[in-house]
């Protein structure tokens, strides 16, 4: 029986290019994209979609026969701070609407992002490992590490196929970022690309595990076709791409554009970036499914600004 995938949150960041790159493998009638919000330009179906109303997620997956859900709403770490309790009732309400949804009409699999916002102070700064101490100091690591030990429940409690990566931060160019610790990464190439400077919220020591999109959507695939037997995490895999400051991601702009000029002006979010590892040890994925990145941060660069500038004209 041919798949039928539904992506909930399909015109965030990730899921507005998960949704393509699944419609590519699966078809374009196969996999339906909902948001919140009516979705533009789509080559297969879409349909609005409240993540907290569980009655119309049901009837959705009832109405397309769903296989398969995608769940990748959720309000992000800067976002999250600026209203807690909101942050973790959409999370963890949307999250909840998922798992039982899939557990009622025996999806054969669920894939759920969470995050490197899951470690705080505590964790291993560099290299942080696959099990570590998860005391995060975000609502919206919160809400990732309860949601990891859900998704690792309804595995072993009702077989339900959930799998999951610990995301870094990601970059691309398809859309604008949503409110995350990491945006930064993604704002400075648009500045870069229009000839403008920019003022970066964080120190211009700040390391951050990153990851390009191109890599992101190929670990989700990658982990979502790899055998379940294979699989030996069933909270969230650690995921790393590469590690850089905002000053080496300046460093790499100006190779390509001399010109370009940065100033920095920490705000709020270095406190939780200062809470975040520097560097993630993905070894498990790794060895069980075979993950390796493929970009690192000048071939990134060299990408990005190359598309940035076919946008922008």
């Known amino acids: 029986m041919q798949d039928k995938i539904l992506v909930v949150g399909a015109g965030g960041q990730i899921g507005a290019v998960l949704t393509e790159a699944l419609r590519e493998a699966y078809g374009p009638d196969n996999v339906i994209a909902t948001d919140l919000r009516p979705l533009t330009g789509q080559s297969g179906p879409s349909e609005i979609l409240d993540a907290l109303d569980g009655n119309a997620l049901t009837e959705l997956v009832k109405k397309y026969h769903v296989t398969q859900i995608y769940h990748l709403a959720a309000i992000l770490s800067a ?28 999806l ?14 505590q964790a291993a700064p ?36 959930v799998r999951s990566l610990r995301y ?21 190439y648009h500045y870069a ?52 400051n905002p000053g080496e991601i300046t460093a790499s702009i100006q190779k390509e554009v001399p010109d370009f000029r940065v100033t920095y002006k920490p705000d709020f979010r270095q406190a939780i970036a200062d809470s975040w590892p520097a560097s993630i040890d993905d070894s498990a994925a790794r060895k069980d499914w075979g993950w390796k990145p493929e970009y690192d941060l000048d071939a990134m660069t060299r990408d990005m600004l190359l598309h940035l500038g076919e946008q922008y004209g």
């Not at 969470?114 to 102070?121: E, H, M, R």
């Not at 931060?169 to 409110?179: A, D, E, L, T, V």
């Open 79 to 106: 976002t999250g701070e600026k209203n807690p309790m909101w942050a973790w009732d959409v999370n963890m309400r949307s999250l909840f609407n998922v798992l039982e949804v899939s557990r009622e009409n025996q």
């Open 108 to 121: 054969s699999k669920v894939y759920f992002p969470s995050s490197i916002a899951v470690f705080g102070l």
């Open 193 to 244: 690309v229009q000839g403008k400077p920019y003022e970066c919220f964080l120190r211009a020591d700040t390391p951050l595990p990153m990851l390009y999109m191109p890599d992101a959507i190929r670990a989700t695939l990658q982990l979502m076709e790899a055998p379940a037997n294979a699989l030996s995490v069933r909270t969230s895999y650690n995921l790393a791409g590469m590690t850089f």
């Open 126 to 161: 560099a290299m942080t490992p696959q099990y570590s101490v998860l005391i995060p100091e975000t609502v919206y690591g919160i809400s990732k590490v309860a949601g990891e030990n859900w998704t690792n429940y309804y595995y072993h409690r009702y077989g339900l196929d």
């Open 168 to 188: 870094p931060g990601i970059i691309g160019y398809q859309s604008m970022p949503g409110g995350g610790t990491t945006d930064y990464a993604v704002d400075i």
